[in-house]
C-alpha cells in the first residue's frame, strides 16, 4: 500500500515528512465539515433515489464511493462520535438501496465503444472500488495556476488527444486485452496498438481529454496491464498538470460548463491518492453548488466542443443523432437541469472528503494546504 510513498521518498527525500507532526486526535477538528458534506451527501442521493438516472457513469461513480466510504466507516478512529458513524452507515444503506433498485438493462450509453468500457466497469466495480491508494501530501509540489487565460487554455486543449471517441474506442481495447490477456492466461501483458498508445499515453492532455487519460491508466493498473509501462509515475504527472489546471480553473472562477470537469479532476487524483486535491476551500465550492432539490447541474455541452473533445464539425448520421440525444436527455435526467454526470462527480469527490478529513494521519493538516 505504500509502495508509492516510499518510491517517491527516493526522488523527493522529504516527501512524505514535510509537514510537522499533529497529535492524530487533532483530525476531530473535522468533523463538522464530515457531518455538512453528509447532510449533501444525503440529499443527492436521496435525489437520485426518487429519480433514477440513466447515465451509467452515475452508477460508476456510486459504486466507486461506495467502496471509499466503506472502509472509511471500518477504520473510524474510536473517538469519532456515534452519530456521524450512523449518519455515513445510513448513506451507504441509501448507496445500496440505489444500486438494488437500478434497471441496468434501462441504462443508455453514447456508443458500442463506451457502452463496453462502462458495462466491463460496471461488472467489476467490486474490485475496482476496493482499490484504495493511501492519501498523501506533498508530491505534487506546489504548482501554480497556468498564466495564459480560459480562452487560451480552450484553444490549447483543442490540439490535445484523445477525443472522447478516441478514448471509448483506445479504452475499449484496452480492456479487450485485458480480458484476453486474463481468460487466456497468457504471459504477456495486454497491449494497445501504437496509434491507442499513441492517444492514451504519448503527448500531452488538458481538460477531458486529460481526464480520459488517468480512466484509462487507472484500468490499465486494476487490470494488470502494460507492465512494460511506469503506470504509477504516467499517473504522477497527469496529477500534476491536473492541478495545475484545477488551480487555473479557481483562477479563472470556474467559467460556465467547467464544474463537471473540476469535481472530476478532484475525485480522479484524489483517489489516486494525492492529497493535494483535498482543500476546504474547494469543498465549500462543491458543497456551494448543489441544488436546491439535491442534485448538481453543469451545462458543460458547450465547453466540451470548445475543447475539441467531442467533435462540433462532425455531423453525426441520423441514428447515432438519434443515440445522441437520448443520452443527452438520460444524462439531464429528470428534473429540470440536474446533470447526472455533474452529480456523479460532486459524489465521487465529496466522499474522497469525507474518507480525507477523518484519516487520522494527515487529517489536520489539510487546511494548512493552499
Ligand atoms: C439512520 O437511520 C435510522 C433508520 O432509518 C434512523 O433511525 C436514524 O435516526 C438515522 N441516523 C442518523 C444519524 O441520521
Ligand atoms: C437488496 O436486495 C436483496 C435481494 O433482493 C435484499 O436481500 C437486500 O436486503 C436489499 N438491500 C437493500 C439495501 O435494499
Not at 111 to 124: G, P, R, T
Not at 309 to 319: E, L, Q
Not at 322 to 347: D, F, P, Q, W
Amino acid at each position: 500500500m505504500y509502495a508509492r510513498c516510499i518510491a517517491f521518498l527516493v526522488t523527493f527525500s522529504a516527501a512524505c515528512a514535510i509537514y510537522p507532526y499533529f497529535d492524530t486526535q487533532d483530525f476531530i477538528y473535522n468533523v463538522p465539515k464530515v457531518y455538512r458534506i453528509c447532510i449533501t451527501l444525503d440529499k443527492l442521493l436521496e435525489y437520485y433515489e426518487q429519480k433514477p438516472s440513466k447515465d451509467p457513469e452515475w452508477y460508476i461513480a456510486l459504486g466507486m464511493a461506495r467502496g471509499q466510504l466503506e472502509y472509511t466507516i471500518n477504520e473510524l478512529d474510536k473517538s469519532v462520535p456515534a452519530k456521524l458513524k450512523q449518519n455515513l452507515q445510513n448513506i451507504t444503506s441509501r448507496m445500496d438501496r440505489i444500486r438494488n433498485n437500478t434497471k441496468y438493462d434501462k441504462l443508455v450509453y453514447r456508443s458500442k465503444d463506451y457502452e463496453y468500457v462502462a458495462k466491463a466497469m460496471l461488472e467489476n466495480l467490486e474490485v475496482l472500488s476496493s482499490v484504495l491508494e493511501p492519501l498523501t501530501l506533498g508530491t505534487l509540489g506546489t504548482q501554480k495556476p497556468y498564466r495564459f487565460n480560459f480562452e487560451q487554455y480552450v484553444q490549447e486543449a483543442r490540439t490535445k488527444m484523445p477525443s472522447r471517441k478516441a478514448a471509448d474506442a483506445c479504452t475499449m481495447q484496452l480492456l479487450i486485452s485485458a480480458m484476453e490477456t486474463q481468460t487466456t492466461q497468457s504471459d504477456g501483458s495486454c497491449e494497445m496498438t501504437p496509434e491507442c498508445s499513441q492517444q492514451l499515453l504519448k503527448g500531452s492532455g488538458l481538460a477531458f481529454q486529460q481526464i480520459s487519460r488517468i480512466r484509462a491508466a487507472v484500468l490499465a493498473t486494476a487490470f494488470d496491464c502494460m507492465e512494460g509501462l511506469d503506470i504509477n509515475a504516467h499517473i504522477y504527472k497527469l496529477c500534476i498538470q491536473i492541478y495545475k489546471e484545477s488551480k487555473s480553473l479557481e483562477a479563472w472562477e470556474h467559467p460556465p460548463g467547467t464544474r463537471t470537469l473540476f469535481m472530476q479532476q478532484i475525485a480522479y487524483c484524489a483517489s489516486q491518492g494525492y492529497g493535494e486535491f483535498i482543500k476546504p476551500r474547494w469543498m465549500n465550492k462543491i458543497l456551494s453548488w448543489q441544488e436546491p432539490k439535491g442534485c448538481y447541474a453543469d451545462d458543460r455541452q458547450p465547453f466540451l466542443k470548445l475543447t475539441g473533445f467531442v467533435g462540433p464539425a462532425s455531423s453525426p448520421p441520423s441514428k447515432e443523432r438519434e443515440e445522441e440525444y437520448r443520452v443527452k436527455k438520460a444524462a439531464i435526467s429528470e428534473g429540470g437541469s440536474c446533470n447526472s454526470l455533474t452529480s456523479a462527480m460532486a459524489l465521487g469527490s465529496l466522499v474522497l472528503y469525507v474518507r480525507a478529513l477523518l484519516e487520522t494521519d494527515l487529517a489536520f493538516q489539510y487546511d494548512v494546504l493552499t
